[in-house]
């Protein structure tokens, strides 16, 4: 698809959940052209698509209320506005680990009770764990997310809308200009560029690696190679997700995209670490990583605590950067970057951890106009 015109009111970079809601966002307010640069083939096929699935209500981050409260308000605006998308056919249990867990089972209770999460012991599941490492286990409500049906409604809604959609497109330059911001980029028929007064950069674990007169965020990141394993469930864990924690435990949950479960451990599915540095691109680093899988260590050390998964069956790994900002990467906390740069007026970089985050994004977006 060629571009009619070298101008728009705003350019979002990044094709995912976050880049595709903010450019809808921009749509409406209808201020001028609004285009959408994806680097891949297709929308929502990155960290949209490489990740637990998970929409959050709360329970995983008891050591950040902030975060932990803010997934519960989220919780229920998202599985109303994306029913079709939601998977609430398997019960959802938590576990508390009896040692090096960093909450005790009592400490669990009263931190759900705080944000106003649903919690209740769960004895009819209790004979899954092993009792000697597991304190107590508790039926809550989470659910699961399908990244290919969230795809098909990105790609509905843009259709309907008047946002140029640039797939196969790689940006490589963001400068300023008298008349705002240009952003140069490849696309497999030519090199373009456009002139525009916004541009959201969306690019998740590429945020820092553009050409031009683009610095870097002001925010320090860290960037993680992952590995999610994709496994098929016997039959007595085939409805259920369990998260084992808080600390170095571990994470089963349904992936509706595929049909399996993903299989996450806190020790080793963070392959390699490395701190965010302009010239080091992220996904260049993943593609010449070997991915050799680790799922044989996670299964060893689950069973210790979840026996059946040793009936589990592998089928392959999905492997991600995934990006978070250093200052968080000691605690739980999961707070969305929304950094305007100071030196570029119009330019914001936007990064979050969690999907049910883009309620905080619109927010913001929100202030952005209430202040024009």
Same mark, same amino acid.
């Given at each position: 698809?060629s571009?009619?015109d070298?101008?728009a ?8 959940f976050?880049?595709v809601?903010?450019a ?12 959408l640069?994806?680097k891949?083939s297709?929308?929502l096929s990155?960290a949209s698509?490489?990740?637990?699935a998970?929409?959050h209500n709360?329970y995983h ?5 902030t ?6 308000i989220?919780?229920k605006?998202?599985?109303?506005d994306? $029913?079709?998308?939601?998977?609430k ?8 680990a009896?040692?090096n867990s960093?909450?005790?089972?009592k ?9 106003g999460?649903?919690?209740e ?5 209790s004979?899954?764990f092993?009792?000697?490492?597991i304190?107590q ?18 790609k ?7 946002i ?7 940006v ?7 008349a705002g911001?240009?952003v140069g980029?490849?696309s497999e028929?030519?090199?373009?560029k456009?002139?525009?007064e ?5 690019t998740?674990?590429g945020?820092?690696?553009?050409g ?12 993680e190679v992952t590995e999610?394993a994709l496994?098929?469930? $016997? ?6 997700g369990?998260t084992?924690?808080?600390? $170095?435990?571990?994470?089963?949950m349904p992936?509706p995209?595929r ?5 996450s ?7 390699f670490?490395?701190q ?7 996904y260049?680093?993943l593609?010449q990583?070997?991915?050799h899988t680790?799922?044989d260590?996670m299964?060893r050390d689950?069973q210790?605590y ?8 592998y ?16 605690d ?9 740069h100071s030196n570029? $007026? ?6 979050g ?12 977006l929100g202030d952005?106009d209430?202040?024009?």
């Open positions: 698809m571009l009619s070298s101008k009111y705003a350019v979002v970079i990044g094709g995912g976050y880049g809601n903010i809808l966002y921009l749509a409406e307010k209808d201020r001028g052209q609004v285009i640069l994806e891949e297709s929308l990155r698509y490489h990740n637990q998970r929409v709360g981050y008891p050591r950040s209320f975060t932990s409260y803010r997934s519960h989220n919780f605006r998202f599985v109303k994306w $029913p079709s998308a939601i998977n056919d398997f019960t959802k249990l938590y576990a508390i009896r040692n960093k909450v005790t089972a400490q669990f209770v009263r931190f759900c009770k705080e944000i999460a649903k919690i012991p769960s004895e009819d599941f004979h899954l092993n009792s000697r490492l304190e286990s508790f039926l809550v409500e989470e659910y699961a997310f399908n990244a290919s049906v969230l795809a098909e409604w990105s509905a809604q843009l259709e309907l809308s008047d140029e959609v640039v797939l196969n497109a790689s490589n330059e963001i400068s300023k200009r008298k911001l240009m980029y490849e028929q030519s090199s373009q456009i002139r525009a916004k541009v959201f950069n969306c998740y674990s945020l820092n690696q553009f031009g007169d683009f610095g870097s965020t002001h925010t320090k990141l860290k960037h999610m496994m098929q469930m $016997p039959d007595s864990l085939k409805h259920i369990i084992v924690m808080d600390g $170095p435990f571990f994470s089963m992936f995209a049909g399996l479960h993903t299989l451990h806190v020790r080793y599915t963070p392959h670490s490395w965010d540095e302009k010239g080091i691109n992220p260049e680093k593609a990583y070997n991915k680790r799922v260590r299964i689950v210790r979840l026996p059946a998964i040793e009936n589990a069956k089928r392959e790994s999905l492997f991600e950067v995934k990006t978070i900002l250093i200052k968080n990467d000691i739980d906390g999961r707070p969305i970057l929304f950094e305007e570029f $007026p119009g330019l914001y970089s936007v990064l951890g969690k999907i049910d985050n883009i309620y905080d994004v619109l927010q913001r952005l209430a202040n024009l």
